[in-house]
């Protein structure tokens, strides 16, 4: 259908319900966490109990929406030791990682959320310093109700073939590229 | 760089202030409108006032993210007429979304926002409901502070061009292609 026709026919109907389901926003391009903050902010809307864990960011560095999503009853974890080329200790970057790992693990398995979002956890995957195969192993035995969302760029192809959905967000065009800055406000 | 290196040096920094941006989020996935509700509840925590425009969407559906977005104090507007294909009078859906139009462009030019989303506007635009034409102008001489998000498929090239940043969302893979519903708290 071209995209100047508008619509007339109802769109065939998908039928099935599931329990729930795991998300993988990936790729280069901009929303991929910012796409998992609008979904947890609709799972709390719902009365939904949401847990996001931050793989990267440090605590150093609050950011607007953390602020916001704690207000609304989010559970928000930041767990990161920042950006990798700031470490003066990689080893003890890699050891707040897999503690970052650690706690999400527990959040899946306790059954208390419906909703734990584990945001930029594809690096530490590809870096090696989680282990995807068990993530991946946590991730398919999570309790019935839980749903996740993963995010960052290079998802672990395991990692997408357990995935129900895959988003991946290229880059078609970006005000970086054209040397502006990140804006408080809208980048963070 | 290849993803399993853990980035070492520190990436080329932007060095140029912007005002405000345009951000465009189209392609056929997931993520356009939900990233831009993310991006609306991070403005709010930087205490921006920020207005919601819904050009497809009707009223008759009240979705998780206008709750929670409105408790925020974001102003929200939805004013489309639903999906074109349960339509019972195109005049009348057409005249709606003409009428969301020209409240988004007052808003627009009132100065009296930092961020305004224009949530499923390619549309009508591709349409030819909403003159591309007009919308282009009237972004490009919008308030100096007005950062505005639009989003939707098939964003028509004259708002690509407009645009600072512009994100295509690519469906890898989408549980509905496996004839899973829509879920609540995670889709609407």
Redesign the interface.
Known sequence: MK?????????P??????AS?V?V???E???K???????A??????G?KVCVIQFVKSNRWK???????TR?GVEWWTIGDG????SRD?KRTEAIAREAWRIARERIQSADY??VVLDEITYPM???WIPTAEVVAVLASRPAAL?VIATG??APQAL?DL??????????????D?????????D?
Chains 1, 2 share one sequence.
Do not use: C
């Open positions: 995209a100047d026709e508008v619509p007339l026919q109802t769109p109907r998908a039928s099935r319900k599931t389901i998300i926003n990936t790729g391009g901009k929303g966490s910012t796409a998992a903050f609008g979904t902010l609709r799972a709390v809307a719902r939904w950011v607007g929406e953390q602020e916001t999503a609304l950006f990798t080329w700031d990689m419906r909703l590809s870096w090696g749903n760029r290079d997408i995935a129900d959905t895959v988003t991946e967000m290229r880059n078609l065009k970006h005000a970086f054209r040397g502006i800055r990140a804006m408080r406000g809208i963070y």
